[in-house]
């Protein structure tokens, strides 16, 4: 006989892994706390809206609050608040969600995009850093009596009247010894900026002394007095969230600046924003290159429903755009409970490809709409440009005439264009078309100099990635070869039907060929006679192109 049954689960056995292995960073309890009080703030203006609460709105302002003394720290909100039985059903059921509860109840009736709670596990965070946790709350319900719920991390709970007067809840944390750290202004500040920066509802932590003009002196000059303010930690309409016809050029470099205070303004931005098959927003920045070619991943932040998740974006982001920097939000990222990772899926697969498509499109509208402003950038973006045409397919299929390259005389041409331009004097015998590239000019000066008197043009491809590039574009342009300057005599790298006769015998080939020999007095080179233009240098020591490239690659250890 086969038995059926329930699995059963015993609490207090759960409880302490929840506490230490659900979330591994223990700074997130205030993530969760100060979101499940802005859901409860847009919960009741939810209800407002739909008619169903009639009271006062009031100021919904979230405050976070800490005392060092008595070693608590303190989330008040004046959202929904919750009855005795509403603290019953969503705080002692582990893992059932208020929130998704409610998005489910108005699912139909109203725009649920704004609900950040979802896996009825996020309250429990509060136990990672606290000993004790104190829930001190009125519903907003008429006629609701205010309760107090006392937990001490154990299973067991106190429930009984509480003290609120006003509509909301107060989640009180009693600091655990080991977690003191915690109540300190500014470390509690840096949580606050890290996670809640971009919350809707506007979040008060402590105050902050302004200068405010206040009259003028007897020189009339303005006189300045110290006031105090209310230090309010979030901005909660970020960009992102607005629609691109809103804003101006000046509103995303000043988003920019609040992002990167440090850093130069950018190239240009992409507004992402899309609703179907998945719901995300966004703006992406191309970041001007420094130099030094200091690329920093990990610049673009990832959102959920404005709450910040981490800047490991490697699986949404296709790798060559991980070097812009910005924000993106999606509500449709799978995220794991402690919302920390992302788990693979298929949107993640769609978001991926979607990113690239709209950058791909962004730089065929610059390159179309502004060629000029296009080949001023080019420095900076064709990194990004290269990086993709090589790594992503698709994005090279898109992108492959938006690659441009600079001849000696500084004109940008596509490389279609490159190609007309070169091919009526560059085709060699076997009729491919032959580009003659400089990776230093300085030093490879003779080569270009005898080039020139061809009156062959030599493009610049002096960048780590243009090793990689070169053998990318071999590879997709049939009969189209590029060859270092300095790779081979010229009229071997060029190598035409008419062939030049030379002025010396062939025995005076060969003994030249001795005395070169004995010079170098290396087996492993070669000499090799060959009659070149008067002027140009009398002798030419080469490296073979194959034998450059190699040495290219290595030197940007790549592969
Ligand atoms: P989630 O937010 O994923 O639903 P939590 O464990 O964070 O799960 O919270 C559980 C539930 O407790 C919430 O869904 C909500 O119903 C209730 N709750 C938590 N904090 C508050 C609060 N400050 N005001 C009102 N209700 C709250
Ligand atoms: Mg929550």
């Not at 006989?1 to 309890?29: Q, R």
């Not at 609050?65 to 004046?78: G, R």
């Not at 490296?543 to 290219?552: A, I, Q, V």
Request: net charge negative; hydrophobic share 35%.
């Amino acid at each position: 006989m086969a038995e059926k049954g329930t699995i059963s689960i015993h609490t207090e056995n759960i409880f302490p892994i929840i506490k230490k292995f659900l979330y591994s960073d223990h700074e997130i309890f205030l993530r969760e706390l100060v979101s499940n009080a802005v859901d409860a703030s847009q919960k009741i203006k939810q209800l407002a809206s739909l008619g169903e609460y009639s009271g006062e709105l009031g100021d919904l302002t979230v405050e976070v609050s800490f005392d060092e003394k008595k070693k608590t720290i303190t989330i008040s909100d004046n959202g929904i608040g919750m009855t005795e039985e509403e603290i019953k059903k969503y705080i002692n059921q582990i893992a059932f969600s208020g929130a998704t509860e409610f998005v489910e109840k108005y699912k139909d009736k109203a725009d649920n995009q704004q609900i950040i709670g979802h896996f009825g596990l996020g309250f429990y965070s509060a136990f990672m850093v606290a000993k004790k946790v104190e829930i001190n709350t009125l519903s907003h319900q008429e006629g609701a009596e205010s309760a107090k719920w006392i937990c001490t991390g154990e299973t067991d709970f106190e429930i009984k009247k509480g003290t609120r007067k006003k509509r909301g809840t107060d989640i009180i944390l009693h600091i655990a010894d080991d977690s003191e750290e915690f109540l300190n202004e500014h470390r509690l500040q840096g949580i606050l900026d890290k996670y809640s920066k971009f919350l809707p509802i506007p979040i008060k932590f402590g105050q902050k002394e302004e200068q405010v003009e206040d009259g003028k002196d007897k020189d009339d000059k303005p006189k300045y007095k110290t006031v105090k303010k209310d230090n309010i930690i979030n901005d909660t309409d970020p960009i992102w969230t607005k629609s691109p016809s809103e804003l101006k050029d000046q509103d995303y470099l000043d988003f920019y600046k609040t992002l990167y205070p440090f850093s130069d303004d950018p190239l240009f931005w992409i507004h992402l924003n899309v609703d179907y098959p998945f719901n995300l927003t966004g703006v992406l920045y191309f970041p001007k290159l420094k130099k030094d070619f200091d690329l920093q991943k990990n610049k673009i932040q990832l959102y959920s429903r404005q709450v910040f998740i981490t800047d490991e974006v490697k699986d949404i982001v296709p790798e060559f755009l991980q070097l812009l920097h910005g924000v993106i939000d999606s509500p449709d990222i799978p995220l794991n409970v402690s919302r920390s990772y992302l788990q693979s899926d298929s949107n993640v697969k769609k978001i991926n490809g979607y990113i690239t498509k709209k950058v791909a499109d962004k730089l065929a509208e610059l390159f179309k709409n502004d060629r000029k402003g296009y080949e001023e950038k080019w420095e900076d973006i064709g990194v990004f440009v290269k990086y993709g045409m090589i790594s992503e397919e698709k994005f090279d299929e898109k992108a492959k005439d938006l690659a441009l390259v600079k001849n000696m005389d500084g004109k940008h041409f596509t490389i279609e264009e490159y190609k007309k331009h070169i091919e009526a004097n560059q085709t060699n015998k076997d009729k491919n078309v032959v580009a003659l590239y400089t990776t230093n000019k300085d030093k490879q000066h003779g080569y270009i100099d005898t080039a020139k008197k061809r009156s062959y043009d030599v493009i610049e491809l002096t960048g780590p990635i243009d090793p990689h590039f070169i053998n990318h574009l071999e590879q997709k342009h049939e009969k189209f070869q590029l060859q270092r300057v300095d790779a081979d005599v010229i009229d071997k790298l060029i190598d035409k039907d008419e062939k030049k006769e030379s002025v010396l015998s062939e025995k005076e080939q060969e003994s030249l060929k001795e005395v070169f020999e004995k010079a170098i007095n290396n087996k492993n080179n070669s000499v090799a006679v060959q009659p070149m233009a008067t002027d140009d240098m009398p002798v030419t020591i080469t490296l073979p192109e194959f034998m450059r490239r190699m040495k290219d690659m290595q030197a940007t250890g790549g592969g």
